[in-house]
């Protein structure tokens, strides 16, 4: 079982560029989530989903665009960086009930914007 | 919205000592709470949670935590701690209800554990 997958594991950009943050499952996870990690803020929530079609905003949503299309996929999309997107990045999914069932993190992106 | 604190951003110990790490989290009439561990250069498991029953939750590696309504708090402890311990720590929290909510993180602290 491959688990939850991320790619890249590193990306450098500049400022204004865009780019898409992979994450696919293969436990057949309806619930998927991203979250960033920054020094002394532990890890803050970007978007979430709850099956295929269905997201919600998170604490930190702003400058970040997220779509479910798949049950497998929950990528997330920077539209034009900025250097305070710069963080690691950390995909998770879990059963739907996920009180339950733990989340299930992916061994994160680090992404620079210069 | 619920929300959890950790006292203490970093906890120095030397091996098999024992240790406590503390979370405090906001009031709510029920409330659902974990502990999760990095170590260097991985993603995050889960140490251990707390649902409803038993105040003393034991999870992997010899953690356990109490919960406390009265002081809302859900400190983790361990008798005796190991250099294989050394490691980010994160206290959290579900928001919402079980199928729809989402799970709030507090800020870590991270346990060094010295020979």
């Known amino acids: 079982n491959a688990g939850v997958t991320q790619t890249p594991k590193f990306q450098v950009l500049k400022t204004g560029q865009s780019m898409t943050l992979q994450c696919a499952q293969d436990?057949?996870?309806?619930?998927m989530s991203w979250y960033r990690q920054d020094p002394g803020m532990g890890l803050r929530l970007i978007h979430y989903?709850?099956?295929?079609?269905?997201?919600d905003q998170g604490e930190v949503p702003n400058g970040y665009n997220v779509s479910r299309s798949t049950t497998e996929d929950f990528p997330l999309r920077l539209l034009s960086a900025a250097p305070s997107q710069t963080s690691v990045y950390f995909c998770?999914?879990?059963?739907?009930?996920?009180?339950?069932?733990?989340?299930?993190f992916g061994n994160g992106t680090r992404l620079t914007v210069t | 919205a619920q929300s959890v604190t950790q006292l203490d951003s970093q906890v120095p110990v030397f091996e098999e000592a024992p240790v406590e790490l503390r979370c405090n989290y906001s009031s709510s009439v029920s409330v659902y709470l974990f502990w999760y561990v990095q170590y260097p250069n991985q993603g995050l498991q889960l140490l251990l949670k707390y649902l409803s029953g038993s105040t003393l939750v034991k999870g992997i590696n010899g953690f356990e935590a109490e919960f406390n309504k009265s002081q809302t708090s859900f400190h983790l402890r361990k008798p005796s701690v190991h250099i294989s311990d050394t490691a980010e720590y994160f206290c959290?929290?579900?928001?919402?209800?079980?199928?729809?909510?989402?799970?709030?993180f507090g800020q870590g602290t991270t346990l060094q554990v010295k020979p």
């Open positions: 998770a999914s879990s059963y739907l009930d996920s009180t339950n069932s733990p989340l299930h």
């Open positions: 989903s709850v099956g295929a079609g269905i997201t």
């Open positions: 436990m057949n996870h309806e619930y």
């Open positions: 959290a929290v579900w928001s919402g209800s079980s199928n729809t909510g989402k799970l709030i």
